[in-house]
């Protein structure tokens, strides 16, 4: 087998093995650098001896042959010639593989080396071939047996096929040719001698040739993956990104990466035989899968260093020999303290309403989970209520969004008072609480519960001396009597509120098989959304979105309102549940994403469409192509839509969730994520590589001119979002001072009734064209 020579494997550079390995053979570029031309110029330089010296050998062995029949001033000259070139033809080879080799060396063209071997082939044939005629027959037939021999000497050119072919060419058209033109005088068993001699050598120096060349390729890829596998790893380790290891099949390290031995304060060499779950502070679960002799990957572990406590997050995978022997582990760790640390704050603002400090959603439904697993074990029930403040609304329309915040931490504080030590109080969003209780056997305990904070609740608030009142409904249902499951149960305690609301508000009550008139009425409500998609008797409206730079209009939110023939006005938060829980979404959403598409059309390219995108819509698969449908139906570049969607889309399997937002971004669709901040917030979900916005809760927006910590959530809201190259947009801005202040902090979108509330289209048609004439008239 052909093997590279050492020099070749010094010269490989991290380069791609694919597509230039081809090199000068294949028909690359010439002025490509690849392995494979550098190898075929070393190569070429080590059998161009034998090359020469096979051709000046043959020339010499035709001497005699031609003695007397050639005129020496004919002979001498020709031998000389024959010599001068390959000499030169050596000496040139030997100098291209020294200054032609590198991505820095001079290229050798292809024709060149070609035509160099042509150039030979045609001076050593010039005198055979020109005297062929004037040679006796049994001269003839000696020559053409050493020019056919000759043929094999094309071996030294083997690393180069078109050189091969080259030469054969020459030699077989040379003496096929002199042999048919001289047939009547060289005798027939002769002349098949010669020609058999020459087609078994064209033959197997062709196939030489091609083996030659796969052996020089096969090296030159192996190389070049091999180095730049190795450069690759240099880079990682150089860069700071992580630390390498390996230890034997005893577990005592035989390699670490000098970035871990700073960590852990010590050498590399003194580190080198001692026991690796043991200088990783004696971790049982690294000792039980180095045991298990099994591929690992993200093992996080706590680690006491010189710098304090770290955490790690190591992967490794074993090492087995070519018996199959287990030989060890090596893998891969990185320091990820700081990540934990940015995971935690975040975990902490995901399950904390900002503006009153309780529970949120999301931490609510965990507390009721765990409540519903330990009644399903004990069989002591527990109970989940859900609050909703009456008459609050009038409260934020009258006096305004600061107040209406007072009111709603003061109300907080008065459910935390009452409830004691008995359950928890969460803030599910806007003026909807929820307490769970964990022991809630006695159910007059839990009834009387409720009338105590209906009592309290009622009570005056005085907000900056003026005195403000509100009441509150509620629902109650009991686990697992009512409901085995979180949503069951909710759902139920959803229908008491309901019905609560129904009795005319301020009172309680529980779920019962009375409730199931309420569920007559959901499922009548799901027929008036049937009729309503059929009747078409939904409408947009929208919100404008402003540039906190310049303050000129940038898009609008696009937000769905129902006007029911005999319900009027139904508000989003009733009926989308419905068209979640019976399919209905699907049709409702592709409606929402084809009006919004028809009005953005309408307006001038810089202004852009954001609505939301359903939990239930977006784990269609169909959602990609109803949005591409829409956008070419309308003629709207990807660009001008832009989906929200909220964190509670991860909360199940979301494989196929993320393959859809991937698969509407190829559109060029925008993927914000809404109310950052209030549901599930992780800085994993940010890490999908689909979002290119995060919109701020509106909660944190208004308590930032009044709560410091808020401005300080807000800027390593900004700042995270700067760091996956995300832009940010303010929710409910409604004053100059809550203007200037998400300006100053680094939104790059403004969003609230400052700018104004949801406009009907012809409105927000008006304020398109105001600043299109705007722009012309600047």
């Known amino acids: 087998m052909y093997e590279a020579p050492d020099r070749y494997k010094r010269l490989i550079s991290a380069r791609l093995p694919g597509g230039e390995s081809a090199g000068l053979a294949a028909g690359a570029p010439d002025d490509e650098s690849s392995p494979l031309r550098d190898v075929q110029l070393i190569s070429r330089a080590q059998l161009a001896p034998f090359f020469a010296i096979a051709n000046i050998a043959a020339a010499l062995m035709m001497l005699p042959n031609l003695w007397g029949v050639v005129p020496k001033e004919w002979l001498f000259p020709w031998i000389g010639a024959v010599g ?70 094309a071996l030294g050119l083997v690393v180069v096929p078109p050189c091969v072919t080259s030469w054969m060419v020459c030699f077989t058209v040379g003496i096929g040719g002199v042999l048919v033109l001289e047939r009547h005088s060289v005798p027939f068993q002769h002349m098949l ?156 603002l995901a399950n904390v309403d900002v503006l009153s400090g309780l529970p949120n959603r999301g931490r609510v439904r965990q507390l009721l989970g765990e409540a519903l697993r330990q009644a399903t074990v004990t069989n002591v029930p527990c109970a989940i209520m859900f609050l909703d403040l009456d008459g609050f609304k009038p409260v934020n329309d009258t006096f305004g969004h600061p107040k209406g915040d007072a009111v709603l931490r003061a ?137 906190a730079k310049t303050q000129k209009l940038v898009g609008f939110e696009a937000l769905i309102r129902w006007n029911h023939p005999q319900r009027g006005n139904v508000p989003p938060n009733v009926f989308i549940p419905v068209a979640e829980e019976t399919g209905l979404m699907g049709a409702i959403g592709a409606w929402v994403i084809d009006e919004a598409c028809r009005s953005a059309a309408t307006w001038p390219e810089p202004i852009t469409v954001a609505l939301n995108i359903s939990p239930k819509q977006i784990i269609l698969p169909a959602l990609p192509n109803i949005v591409s449908e829409a956008l070419a139906r309308h003629k709207l570049p990807g660009n001008r839509i832009e989906l929200e969607v909220t964190e509670g889309v991860f909360l199940g399997d979301n494989g196929s969730t993320l393959d859809v937002l991937k698969r509407l971004r190829q559109l060029g669709v925008g993927i914000a994520l809404d109310d950052f901040g209030t549901g599930y917030s992780s800085i994993g979900y940010l890490n999908k590589a689909v979002f290119h916005k995060l919109k701020i809760d509106g909660s944190f927006v208004r308590e930032a001119g009044s709560r410091p910590e808020n401005v300080a959530i807000i800027q390593s809201i900004v700042q995270l979002a700067k760091s996956f190259r995300m832009s940010i947009t303010a929710e409910g801005v409604e004053s100059a001072e809550d203007f200037e202040r998400m300006r100053d902090l680094g939104c790059d979108t403004i969003q609230g009734y400052l700018f104004g509330r949801p406009l009907a289209y012809e409105r927000a048609n008006q304020m398109v064209r105001g600043l299109g004439a705007k722009r012309m008239a600047g």
Not at 224 to 253: H, I, K, M, P
Not at 511 to 516: N, V
Not at 538 to 546: G, W
């Open 84 to 153: 001068v070139v390959n000499v030169g033809a050596m000496h040139l080879a030997r100098i291209q593989s020294i200054k032609c080799v590198g991505r820095s060396g001079k290229r050798v063209p292809m024709w060149q080396m070609v035509a160099e071997v042509t150039f030979r082939a045609l001076v050593w044939l010039s005198l055979p071939i020109t005297l062929f005629h004037t040679m006796d027959p049994g001269t003839q037939v000696i020559a053409a047996s050493v020019m056919a021999g000759l043929g094999i000497a």
């Open 193 to 348: 001698s010669i020609l058999f001699t020459l087609g078994v050598a064209s033959f197997g120096v062709l196939t030489v040739a091609r083996w030659s060349f796969h052996q020089l390729k096969t090296n030159a890829d192996v190389g070049s993956r091999s180095e730049g596998a190795s450069l690759l790893l240099q880079e990682y380790e150089q860069r700071g990104v992580g630390w390498l290891w390996q230890v034997d099949a005893e577990n005592r390290v035989t390699y670490i990466s000098s970035r871990m031995s700073a960590l852990l304060g010590r050498p590399a060499q003194q580190l080198l035989g001692y026991s690796m779950p043991a200088l990783l502070g004696g971790h049982a679960e690294l000792g039980r899968v180095l045991l298990d002799k099994q591929p690992f990957n993200a093992l996080e572990m706590e680690l006491a260093t010189p710098r304090g406590t770290r955490w790690i997050s190591i992967a490794g995978d074993p090492i087995i020999d070519t018996a199959g022997r287990f030989e060890g582990f090596r893998g891969v760790g990185s320091d990820i303290t700081e990540i934990r640390q940015t995971q935690e704050r975040l975990t902490h």
């Open 411 to 547: 109300v907080a504080k008065r459910l935390v008072d009452q409830l004691g030590n008995v359950g928890h109080v969460g803030r599910m969003g806007g003026d909807e609480f929820a307490i769970v209780i964990g022991d809630a056997q006695s159910r007059k305990m839990v009834e009387q519960m409720a009338e105590k904070i209906i009592a309290a609740i009622k009570e005056p608030y005085v907000i900056e001396q003026m005195e403000i009142r509100i009441g509150v409904s509620i629902g109650c249902a009991f686990g697992p009597i009512d409901g085995a499951t979180v949503d069951d149960l909710i759902l139920k305690a959803d229908l008491a509120l309901y019905q609560a609301k129904d009795a005319g508000r301020g009172v309680a009550r529980y779920f019962s098989s009375e409730l199931q008139s309420e569920q007559e009425d959901r499922v009548r409500l799901e027929s008036d959304l049937r009729s309503a998609i059929a009747s078409n008797q939904f409408h947009l409206v929208y919100q404008p979105l402003i540039n």
